[in-house]
């Protein structure tokens, strides 16, 4: 198993775990897109500039040459109706099924996790499904907590 930075090859890898994560969303709630509505062009160029993007980190997880994993975070300006100036955003995180409650999200958590602490970085917030029991479990194991709730009527 190898934890490391994506380059520009492992986006082909990426795209195809964004997939998995899109269409398992898609499950939850019909609000969310199917994945072969999307421009698979336009998410692959979004990567190519997200990974030249020195206030983005997105770290893969790899075994046999295969991208299994991967967690994507950057470093955004803060509201202004709160203390820090900037702050973490985790964005994207996925380990493929089969891969999972191996530990492998928690070691590239913890690399994500020592890049924001080199940058200075003292909040990381991250949006997860409510309906995402999965998600909660491993945020709430990495130290994550609720402290805003996002509200959403259908009309």
């Known amino acids: 198993m190898l934890i490391r930075d ?13 997939r998995q994560m899109v269409d398992y969303h898609q499950m939850i709630d ?10 698979y062009r336009e998410i692959r160029d979004h990567y190519e500039l997200l990974i030249k993007d020195r206030n983005t980190k997105i770290i893969i997880a790899e075994e046999n040459k295969k991208v299994i994993g991967y967690f994507m975070g950057t ?9 820090p100036k900037r702050t973490g955003v985790i964005f994207d995180a996925f380990i493929e099924k089969k891969y999972r409650k191996q530990g492998i999200g928690k070691k590239i958590f913890k690399e994500l996790l020592e890049w924001f602490k080199k940058k200075k970085i003292k909040h990381i ?31």
């Open 30 to 39: 019909k609000y969310y897109k199917v994945y072969s509505n999307y421009d």
């Open 6 to 18: 994506a380059t520009k090859r492992d986006i082909q890898f990426i795209v195809k775990l964004v």
């Open 125 to 155: 917030e991250l949006t997860v499904d409510a309906r995402n029991k999965i998600g909660i479990r491993a945020w709430k194991k990495f130290g994550f907590f609720d402290f805003r709730l996002k509200m959403r009527l259908d009309l």
């Open 75 to 83: 470093i955004e300006k803060a509201p202004q109706y709160v203390n």
